[in-house]
């Protein structure tokens, strides 16, 4: 039966309606039943080996558009629905969006698994069924307030299964249900599933804020996503929800490994198991601990461990590598303390280094050292950009890299360009089909075609009127979703959407604006008007981003209310962004914000979707902006501000108590820095927001500027100005948007995943 019959058999069955007479709302659950019956119908992959990959966030968003893709009929729905004077988008209005992720891990985690199952690998994630994910944001008088962010309806994408296991915890044992999301290939024709873990009796909706009782456990071991920076009390619930997700996830490996007719003995031929960061490192002793309970000698445990579990690491920041109290353990499963014991004491047997050892401290205090238990016992460790894992090998794990050089290896992210840009940015992808064929979709090498177009007009301005047309609608969107501000679509969309952090700095975004207040007050106009976008949630307990977000509100509101300033500058902040907010703002972009302090941002994977939509990053070379710039070349990026290596100097110097190290207030007292900072304190932004917080932000600047705003703020703006005056010439900048896109195929998470399958997972 072919899609379109389905679908209006569905609507009959359902609801005894035409298509034509449903709501969208019934149409969203028509077309759900639709691809949840497709998916299921299609087999799971086979390969020599079967991937698990283990994560505490799958950030998957919406899932219709992309299933509807991944299935091959998303025209035909989409045709069917216009038929009868209905539009997909507004059916898709209509789907909550799961926030089963803080950031960039965890999108990172769901771009993988499209890719996983786009190229036909036999691979399932492995997580949590979080009931509230991360907290919904709202603006208060120019705060940040958090809500719960419930996505779970009746029906929803979730498939129960009717697999349990029992997660052995000290206080006694819970049963983990396990509900599956599937998975659909593009091209493959197979189906992947998404494992998430679920409590039996999940805990009743809080009833105000996102504060509970978190001594009531077992209701709330999946109840909330935590922030990635969160409070001491916090800390003790995330190891429980840690144990949960890695031992039901464990037995399920190993019943799945019975199933298909192997021993726990041949675990490491036929299973690979991705440690998505430290958060689900406890799955190395738990799997011990299951392999000895089922006859193996701790010898051959160990042995099958190591040749099954790879680890990813994200960060360098120090403070975010996960070192539990190891009395924390004792106090989730106290039966894993004697195995990492066992661990830690065949590890320092092997290597006496302290500094490479994971049980740290003294007796009674220890410490376990995630990524150092994940390091001696995984057979892979990779870093997220080439820059990224030449700083672990050189600097942040050289005392590993020094004993296990074979097991380092890099593997620069990528994103889907299905999601990121198919689906959210459908008439350049069908300009892109006129010029480089349709086989971009599957083998994104090819957009490098579009190079041919270099000198050609009508391609050029092409390019231009799709940028157009989506500054457009997501300036309605935005018109209709916030309030009713309206966004100006002849200026330059300037954007910097991501998690706020010090780091990323936001902070020096901001100063920039307060220059540009400042020369517009005094008669110096841009070239043209510039609107200037944030989007970005603040950890709750994170006070300094909390402050970032109050500075850029009171700025917004400040800019809004003078008239002399307002037609020439704007700054917007989207409430609660997200991936649906992504999904609109990135095919809109001009500028793509990539600010972090050198060395700070691992890789960054917004920066390579903003750069397949066409925008021109303006970013330091931190991450996967080095690898932009190299592909891009230096006519088509703006870089600028202090080099990794610098800034790796003066941190040393800095922690060890150095002269000259970073002294803020050296950067403060130059003459075109201090105005902006000390416009912290004018009564004009004052009058309109908080003068403590402003206060706090202000001294933190020049005493502290942990992360050297004001060291790379006079470059920064230099180069944004530069920026916003090269638009001008928009043959020119039309060029520049060709080559982001032409450049951005090797961003494709199909050219990471099929690297990862050679050199880590060899899946088949
Ligand atoms: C840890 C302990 C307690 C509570 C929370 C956490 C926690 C949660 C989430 C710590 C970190 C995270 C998330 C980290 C993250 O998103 N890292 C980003 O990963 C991306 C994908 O590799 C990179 O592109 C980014 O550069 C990196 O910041």
Same mark, same amino acid.
């Given at each position: 039966?072919?899609?379109?019959?389905?679908?209006?058999?569905?609507?009959?069955?359902?609801?005894?309606?035409?298509?034509?007479?449903?709501?969208?709302?019934?149409?969203?659950?028509?077309?759900?039943?639709?691809?949840?019956?497709?998916?299921?119908?299609?087999?799971?992959?086979?390969?020599?080996?079967?991937?698990?990959?283990?994560?505490?966030?799958?950030?998957?968003?919406?899932?219709?558009?992309?299933?509807?893709?991944?299935?091959?009929?998303?025209?035909?729905?989409?045709?069917?629905?216009?038929?009868?004077?209905?539009?997909?988008?507004?059916?898709?209005?209509?789907?909550?969006?799961?926030?089963?992720?803080?950031?960039?891990?965890?999108?990172?985690?769901?771009?993988?698994?499209?890719?996983?199952?786009?190229?036909?690998?036999?691979?399932?994630?492995?997580?949590?069924?979080?009931?509230?994910?991360?907290?919904?944001?709202?603006?208060?008088?120019?705060?940040?307030?958090?809500?719960?962010?419930?996505?779970?309806?009746?029906?929803?994408?979730?498939?129960?299964?009717?697999?349990?296991?029992?997660?052995?915890?000290?206080?006694?044992?819970?049963?983990?249900?396990?509900?599956?999301?599937?998975?659909?290939?593009?091209?493959?024709?197979?189906?992947?599933?998404?494992?998430?873990?679920?409590?039996?009796?999940?805990?009743?909706?809080?009833?105000?804020?996102?504060?509970?009782?978190?001594?009531?456990?077992?209701?709330?071991?999946?109840?909330?996503?935590?922030?990635?920076?969160?409070?001491?009390?916090?800390?003790?619930?995330?190891?429980?929800?840690?144990?949960?997700?890695?031992?039901?996830?464990?037995?399920?490996?190993?019943?799945?490994?019975?199933?298909?007719?192997?021993?726990?003995?041949?675990?490491?031929?036929?299973?690979?198991?991705?440690?998505?960061?430290?958060?689900?490192?406890?799955?190395?002793?738990?799997?011990?601990?299951?392999?000895?309970?089922?006859?193996?000698?701790?010898?051959?445990?160990?042995?099958?461990?190591?040749?099954?579990?790879?680890?990813?690491?994200?960060?360098?920041?120090?403070?975010?590598?996960?070192?539990?109290?190891?009395?924390?353990?004792?106090?989730?499963?106290?039966?894993?303390?004697?195995?990492?014991?066992?661990?830690?004491?065949?590890?320092?047997?092997?290597?006496?280094?302290?500094?490479?050892?994971?049980?740290?401290?003294?007796?009674?205090?220890?410490?376990?050292?995630?990524?150092?238990?994940?390091?001696?016992?995984?057979?892979?460790?990779?870093?997220?950009?080439?820059?990224?894992?030449?700083?672990?090998?050189?600097?942040?794990?050289?005392?590993?890299?020094?004993?296990?050089?074979?097991?380092?290896?890099?593997?620069?992210?990528?994103?889907?360009?299905?999601?990121?840009?198919?689906?959210?940015?459908?008439?350049?992808?069908?300009?892109?089909?006129?010029?480089?064929?349709?086989?971009?979709?599957?083998?994104?090498?090819?957009?490098?075609?579009?190079?041919?177009?270099?000198?050609?007009?009508?391609?050029?301005?092409?390019?231009?009127?799709?940028?157009?047309?989506?500054?457009?609608?997501?300036?309605?969107?935005?018109?209709?979703?916030?309030?009713?501000?309206?966004?100006?679509?002849?200026?330059?969309?300037?954007?910097?959407?991501?998690?706020?952090?010090?780091?990323?700095?936001?902070?020096?975004?901001?100063?920039?604006?307060?220059?540009?207040?400042?020369?517009?007050?005094?008669?110096?106009?841009?070239?043209?008007?510039?609107?200037?976008?944030?989007?970005?949630?603040?950890? %709750? $307990?994170? #006070?300094?981003?909390?402050?970032?977000?109050? +500075?850029?509100?009171?700025?917004?509101? *400040? @800019?809004?209310? !003078?008239?002399?300033?307002?037609?020439?500058?704007?700054?917007?902040?989207?409430?609660?962004?997200?991936?649906?907010?992504?999904?609109?703002?990135?095919?809109?972009?001009?500028?793509?914000?990539?600010?972090?302090?050198?060395?700070?941002?691992?890789?960054?994977?917004?920066?390579?979707?903003?750069?397949?939509?066409?925008?021109?990053?303006?970013?330091?070379?931190?991450?996967?902006?080095?690898?932009?710039?190299?592909?891009?070349?230096?006519?088509?990026?703006?870089?600028?501000?202090?080099?990794?290596?610098?800034?790796?100097?003066?941190?040393?110097?800095?922690?060890?108590?150095?002269?000259?190290?970073?002294?803020?207030?050296?950067?403060?007292?130059?003459?075109?820095?201090?105005?902006?900072?000390?416009?912290?304190?004018? %009564? $004009?932004? #004052?009058?309109?927001?908080?003068?403590?917080? +402003?206060?706090?932000?202000?001294?933190? *600047? @020049?005493?502290? !500027?942990?992360?050297?705003?004001?060291?790379?703020?006079?470059?920064?703006?230099?180069?944004?100005?530069?920026?916003?005056?090269?638009?001008?010439?928009?043959?020119?900048?039309?060029?520049?948007?060709?080559?982001?896109?032409?450049?951005?195929?090797?961003?494709?998470?199909?050219?990471?995943?099929?690297?990862?399958?050679?050199?880590?997972?060899?899946?088949?």
């Amino acid at each position: 039966m072919d899609v379109k019959t389905r679908l209006h058999e569905i609507a009959h069955v359902r609801y005894g309606l035409e298509l034509s007479q449903c709501s969208d709302s019934q149409l969203y659950h028509a077309l759900l039943q639709l691809t949840q019956e497709l998916s299921a119908a299609r087999p799971a992959p086979e390969g020599a080996r079967k991937l698990y990959y283990f994560s505490a966030e799958f950030l998957i968003g919406k899932l219709l558009s992309n299933n509807l893709l991944a299935l091959g009929i998303f025209d035909e729905v989409s045709q069917a629905l216009t038929q009868c004077g209905k539009s997909l988008s507004a059916v898709e209005d209509m789907e909550p969006e799961p926030s089963l992720g803080n950031g960039g891990l965890g999108r990172l985690a769901a771009c993988f698994l499209d890719s996983i199952a786009a190229l036909g690998l036999p691979g399932d994630g492995v997580g949590l069924n979080y009931h509230y994910g991360l907290f919904k944001q709202e603006f208060h008088l120019s705060h940040q307030f958090e809500q719960p962010n419930p996505w779970i309806e009746d029906e929803s994408w979730l498939i129960p299964t009717g697999v349990e296991f029992e997660v052995p915890f000290a206080f006694g044992p819970v049963k983990a249900k396990l509900l599956d999301i599937a998975v659909p290939g593009a091209h493959s024709g197979v189906a992947n599933r998404l494992h998430l873990f679920d409590v039996e009796n999940p805990a009743a909706p809080p009833a105000d804020g996102i504060d509970f009782d978190k001594s009531d456990l077992p209701a709330h071991l999946t109840s909330f996503l935590y922030p990635d920076d969160s409070d001491e009390e916090g800390r003790l619930l995330r190891v429980y929800q840690q144990y949960f997700m890695v031992s039901a996830g464990a037995q399920l490996i190993l019943k799945e490994l019975a199933e298909r007719g192997y021993g726990p003995e041949a675990l490491g031929d036929h299973v690979a198991i991705q440690i998505n960061d430290t958060h689900p490192s406890m799955v190395i002793p738990e799997l011990v601990r299951l392999l000895t309970a089922r006859g193996l000698s701790m010898d051959a445990a160990v042995a099958q461990v190591s040749k099954t579990c790879a680890y990813t690491n994200h960060t360098i920041l120090a403070e975010a590598l996960e070192k539990w109290p190891l009395a924390f353990i004792e106090k989730v499963a106290p039966q894993l303390v004697p195995i990492i014991r066992e661990l830690d004491a065949r590890a320092k047997a092997a290597h006496p280094d302290p500094k490479v050892a994971i049980l740290q401290g003294e007796a009674g205090k220890e410490l376990v050292h995630m990524a150092h238990m994940d390091i001696h016992y995984g057979y892979s460790v990779n870093g997220v950009a080439a820059l990224h894992t030449d700083i672990l090998k050189s600097s942040e794990l050289r005392h590993f890299y020094d004993i296990y050089p074979a097991k380092f290896n890099n593997k620069t992210n990528g994103v889907t360009l299905r999601r990121w840009l198919e689906v959210c940015n459908p008439q350049l992808a069908a300009l892109l089909d006129e010029c480089v064929g349709p086989e971009w979709r599957r083998d994104p090498a090819r957009l490098s075609k579009l190079m041919d177009y270099y000198n050609d007009s009508a391609v050029l301005e092409k390019l231009l009127s799709i940028k157009s047309a989506n500054k457009r609608f997501a300036s309605d969107v935005f018109a209709r979703d916030q309030y009713g501000i309206r966004l100006d679509p002849e200026a330059v969309f300037d954007i910097q959407v991501k998690r706020l952090h010090e780091y990323k700095r936001q902070q020096m975004n901001a100063l920039y604006v307060i220059h540009k207040y400042l020369e517009i007050k005094a008669g110096q106009l841009p070239p043209r008007p510039i609107t200037v976008i944030f989007g970005a949630k603040a950890a %709750p $307990a994170y #006070v300094m981003a909390k402050h970032i977000i109050h +500075l850029i509100l009171c700025l917004r509101r *400040l @800019i809004e209310s !003078d008239p002399q300033v307002r037609p020439w500058l704007h700054v917007a902040m989207v409430e609660n962004y997200n991936v649906t907010w992504a999904e609109r703002l990135i095919p809109a972009c001009d500028i793509s914000e990539q600010i972090s302090l050198a060395s700070k941002e691992a890789s960054g994977t917004g920066n390579m979707k903003f750069m397949a939509n066409g925008a021109v990053t303006l970013g330091t070379l931190d991450g996967a902006n080095v690898e932009i710039a190299e592909l891009v070349g230096p006519d088509n990026i703006y870089t600028f501000g202090a080099g990794s290596n610098y800034v790796i100097e003066l941190v040393k110097q800095r922690d060890a108590g150095l002269k000259p190290g970073y002294q803020p207030d050296v950067y403060y007292q130059r003459p075109a820095v201090k105005p902006l900072v000390d416009f912290l304190g004018d %009564p $004009a932004l #004052v009058a309109l927001g908080d003068r403590e917080a +402003l206060k706090a932000l202000w001294t933190d *600047l @020049i005493t502290k !500027d942990w992360f050297m705003a004001l060291l790379d703020v006079e470059a920064y703006i230099a180069a944004r100005d530069r920026a916003v005056a090269d638009y001008g010439d928009r043959t020119a900048w039309a060029r520049k948007m060709l080559v982001n896109t032409a450049r951005s195929g090797y961003f494709s998470s199909d050219r990471t995943i099929a690297e990862y399958n050679r050199d880590i997972w060899r899946l088949k």
